[in-house]
């Protein structure tokens, strides 16, 4: 009888295991998978500010930020397989590992890392929006030179006609920030941790959760934006490919002239929660 019951017992336990384990595998890689994530949220703060600082210095150039962005990223991305994280334990091995990062920037239906110009837009170096430069500072300072070079040291900018204007909230202080380059870092992180990457993808898919996973900046949705962003991740996860979204922006004062011809500005903002 004691056999009997004994082997009942067993055969209890050994399901309860296996009803309990996949519970806490999932559990484990979940944590270390979030953790993760969060690592890669603060680099991609970091990586902002080194990008829109290298386009404040080289004309608010979007090839010149993505370089940089993918340079202070490179702790936080995988290989091409998705698998794991190549170490940078040498500077051989992160010379070729950035190398490798700006050849496979694109994950077939968008870039891993994207830089967004959130402002100025066209419209506002162009002499028309709502926050408009006027015609007369699209030029060379003294007028010299074509309406193309916006200068962004040009002192005509912080001059109101009205003397008793406010210099910090007046109209010359608005027009001083329209020279203030606005960029968003739009990471689509790959997950490299099995399983966890697979129900972290689905939990996005299923329910946009900007406070939780995207962390996005504070501010108005750009609802077209984010609807692309998330098509993008559906279209990965179809191909086997575990993304999440992480949308940091940073703003600074422009240190090199703007050339609206030879860097094209956007025609709208297209960044992701970030009201300017």
């Known amino acids: 009888m004691w056999g009997r019951v004994g082997g009942r017992e067993s055969g209890q336990v050994a399901v309860e295991t296996a009803l309990i384990i996949p ?11 979030l953790g993760l994530i969060a690592q890669a949220r603060v680099m991609a703060k970091y990586a902002a500010y080194r990008a829109v600082r290298v386009g404040a210095m080289h004309n608010a150039s979007v090839k010149a930020m993505e370089a940089a962005a993918l340079f202070h990223l490179m702790p936080v ?3 091409s397989q998705g698998k794991r994280i190549l170490p940078n334990d040498s500077s051989t091995s992160a010379i070729t590992k950035y190398a490798r990062l700006l050849t496979e920037n694109s994950l077939g239906v968008g870039q891993m890392v994207k830089i967004v110009i959130c402002g100025p837009t066209d419209g506002e170096l162009s002499g028309t929006g709502g926050q408009a430069l006027a015609a007369g500072y ?4 003294h007028s010299r030179g074509s309406r193309n070079e916006v200068d962004f040291d040009d002192p005509r900018l912080m001059i109101s006609e009205d003397p008793d204007m406010d210099p910090q909230t007046g109209a010359g202080m608005r027009q001083y920030n329209r020279l203030r380059l606005r960029a968003q870092l739009q990471l689509l992180y790959r997950m490299p941790i099995p399983f966890a990457n697979w129900i972290i993808t689905r939990t996005y898919i299923g329910a946009t959760l900007p406070s939780v996973l995207m962390m996005t900046q504070k501010g108005v949705p750009n609802k ?3 609807a692309t962003q998330a098509s993008t991740v559906r279209t990965l996860e179809a191909a086997r490919v575990y993304t999440i ?17 030879k860097f094209a500005l956007p025609k709208t ?3 992701i929660h970030y009201k300017p």
């Open 23 to 33: 519970l806490y595998v999932f559990l484990i890689l979940g944590i270390l998978q």
């Open 77 to 79: 991305l995988t290989d």
């Open 138 to 141: 699209q030029s060379a300072l």
């Open 224 to 226: 077209a934006s984010t």
């Open 245 to 261: 979204p992480i949308n940091v922006s940073y703003a600074m004062r422009m240190q090199s002239n703007i050339f609206l011809s």
């Open 269 to 271: 903002n297209e960044c």
